[in-house]
């Protein structure tokens, strides 16, 4: 079972019919790494995968979906060129773990920015209540991360905002893992590599109001306007990455049934390790308070002491009988279970059957 | 045979390979598109990759090897980004086809441009001389494009410039078809989707020194040294995409035997189809001047009247012979045969014979 934070794992049809048509799809006679992304294949691949997005995400029609690169590590940067400079106002950032302070750090580069709330001090174990915000109501937008993915906290509701302010979301690590209201979006912005698809691939959804905001002098490949101009085909764009997506969509759909049951799917697997969590206080203990728990990123320690070496031990004893990918990021330590759309009830259940072992070892 | 400009053919057993890992790499019990980029597989693979670039490519010992996203198209804001904003110097641009042309545009926008030569009066049928170049001596940086794939002229030799002048070049549609001297470029880059991999991948080799002009204040993800000093590790890269790059090189060095041995093999293919439009000037004209003759795009059209007509019908029946991608891009018109690396010589003598063919048929 993979339990990586990203690339993590994707669902095995998935994997399969990729590598069915991987050295020639049968409508074509090329492989899909070799087509141009101007023929009539890859131009059905890219609007399907356009269609079920929308479809999924129930997106509305003031927004455009966008295929970009470079991750959202990139989209911290395009988010205030595109939306901050020039603007003379400070764009508020909500800052609830690792990728916020990245992200805050890079439009810092671009504009002026107001800290609307901070869980440093806290240690980054929670989400604000809307209450908390300090939101300018002339900010150029309120930027959120809605699933920290190293801490494993997670906005169960976004806070309302200002309905002026656009509200501008990094949503990588839980982007289709559940239903989200677009219409409270201006702009979302994720990387593939958790829910949607192998890594390489962003996918931005813009509302098509804040493309009159864009300065000009932009470089083409950092204007949000040249992709929704072209249809995210002014250059070559990732045509693997995007075929991926679309087979993960098409699962989503007819395998899953949409986005709703694949929340409740999710919230299952996620209350499977909390319980664990929580009935065990002696052994485990949580990093997020439970109003902010995660459900992609499960993160939590062993108390015992000395600190840190039965987490390793957990770790290693895990990865002996098949769980990879559950050591905590450094900056947290401790032990994260990333459960993505892909990885699988059953798998969860064996790490949860784990967890009670390991700890009536230790007791 | 796959003709395509771009994504184009890749070699099949580096397909072949990639199908059979895709579903689970033996040694991780993983697919390739859901691998941490931190695992000790991936390390291997991005280390590998590299260290056959620079075994291939010859890349000296002050140059470094970088992976990044967004194609071509972003190093023509990233190149002026980081080498001519804050300078108060021109760059200055050798411009010798539409990606030439491309590439001034974004440089544009971060600074001055000296046009040092363009080839646009004369329709881009060819390259310029050293002796015909407009070349500040305190340029900022000189930029070529070694190969236009759009036009097909290719430079043979890169023009001598002033030592203190840092040559950049696109490569994009030339890298890993024949040897390059490496000491001569500041920095060159290449989308991976022509000789090197599928689309979703940039090649950034840059001498160390370049490094310190490097202004403060960019975007992490447009800093060069952001992947110079990450190792290409700062965010998540193209894993997949970094895989098949790696199996490209592995077949390079292994089953074709280095470049020195694929420029004679693609010497052999462009010669091949050159000498059949020498041959027949009442029939095919080639496009650009025989000395710019691009060794990967051969670009040519039927002369006969009415104008472009039969250019389709060629297009349609090499289509029907099982010949793809031959139409010339629609700003030049007429025929493309893109014959990079993975074009078998077989597949070149095929579309010799037809042109032969063609020609009886309409003489």
Known sequence: VNFSPGPSALPLPV???????????????????????????FTGVIEEAEAN?????????THR???????ATLQFSMVPMNLLRGTGRAAAYVVTGSWSEKAVAEAEKEGRVRIAWTGREEGFVRVPDAAELDLPRDAAYAHVTTNETIQGVEFREIPAID???PLVADASSDLLSRPMDLDRFGLLYGGAQKNAGPAGLTIVIVRDDLLERIPDGLGAMLD?????????????????????????????????????????????KASTLYSVIDEMPDVYRGHADPGSRSRMNVTFRTIRLPAGELDRAFVEQA?????????????VGGIRASIYNAVPLDGVRKLAAFMREFA????
């Not at 997005?53 to 509305?60: H, K, V």
């Not at 007819?254 to 049951?261: Q, V």
């Not at 990865?319 to 900056?331: A, D, Q, V």
């Open 65 to 71: 979906v966008c295929f970009l690169q470079g991750g």
């Open 360 to 363: 009536a070892g230790i007791r």
């Open 319 to 331: 990865e002996r009988e098949g769980m990879i990918g559950l050591k905590g990021h450094r900056s």
């Open 163 to 165: 309905g002026a302010v």
């Open 224 to 268: 949000y306007r040249t992709f929704v101009r072209s249809s995210s085909l002014y250059n070559t764009p990732p045509v693997f990455a995007i075929y991926v997506v679309l087979l993960v969509t098409r699962w989503l759909r007819d395998e899953i049934g949409g986005l709703k049951a694949m929340a409740d799917l999710n919230e299952e």
């Open 15 to 41: 994997l399969e019919e990729a590598q069915a048509t991987l050295v020639t799809l049968p409508e074509v006679g090329a492989s899909p790494l070799e087509v141009s992304h101007r023929g009539s294949w």
């Open 53 to 61: 997005l929308r479809e999924l995400l129930a997106i509305p029609e």
